[in-house]
C-alpha cells in the first residue's frame, strides 16, 4: 500500500500562484510515476500533469502547459505542483496519484494507470 496526503490549496485570486504538496508513505519502492488530477463540479476527473519518478519526464494538459510545473523530491518522498498563473477555470478538487505500472508513461492520462489516490486538495480561483 502506497499512502498520499494533498496539502497547499485555498482560494486565490485569478493570476496568483499555489504550490501542492503531495506527501507518499508506505510501499513507495513500487511506485514508477506521480500524477496530478482534478476535479471541477459536475465534470469528470482529469489529467493535470504526470512525471516518471526516477527519470523525471514529465507530462501535461494541454490547458496548463507553461503555468503548471510538477516536480518530485526523492530524499523527502514528496511531489509538488507548482501552479503559476491560475485561472478561474482551474478551480476544482486536485488529487494525487501514484502508479506501479511499468508501461508508465502509456496511457499516462488515464485514471485507471494509477492504483493508489490522496483525498485531495481543494483549489478555488476567483476571478
Known amino acids: 500500500q502506497v499512502q498520499l496526503v494533498e496539502s497547499g490549496g485555498g482560494l486565490v485570486q485569478a493570476g496568483a500562484s499555489l504550490r501542492l504538496s503531495c506527501a507518499t508513505s508506505?510501499?513507495?519502492?513500487?511506485?514508477?510515476?506521480m500524477g496530478w488530477f482534478r476535479q471541477a463540479p459536475g465534470k469528470e476527473r482529469e489529467f493535470v500533469a504526470g512525471?516518471?519518478?526516477?527519470?523525471?519526464?514529465?507530462y501535461y494538459l494541454d490547458s496548463v502547459k507553461g503555468r503548471f510545473t510538477i516536480s518530485r523530491d526523492h530524499n523527502k518522498n514528496m511531489v509538488y505542483l507548482q501552479m503559476d498563473s491560475l485561472k478561474p477555470d482551474d478551480t476544482a478538487v486536485y488529487y494525487c496519484?501514484?502508479?506501479?505500472?511499468?508501461?508508465?508513461?502509456?496511457?499516462?492520462?488515464?485514471?485507471?494507470?494509477?492504483?493508489?489516490w490522496g483525498q485531495g486538495t481543494q483549489v478555488t480561483v476567483s476571478s
Open positions: 496519484a501514484a502508479s506501479s505500472q511499468l508501461l508508465w508513461p502509456r496511457n499516462h492520462n488515464r485514471i485507471q494507470t494509477y492504483n493508489y
Open positions: 508506505g510501499r513507495t519502492f513500487s511506485t514508477v510515476a
Open positions: 512525471i516518471n519518478w526516477n527519470s523525471g519526464i514529465t
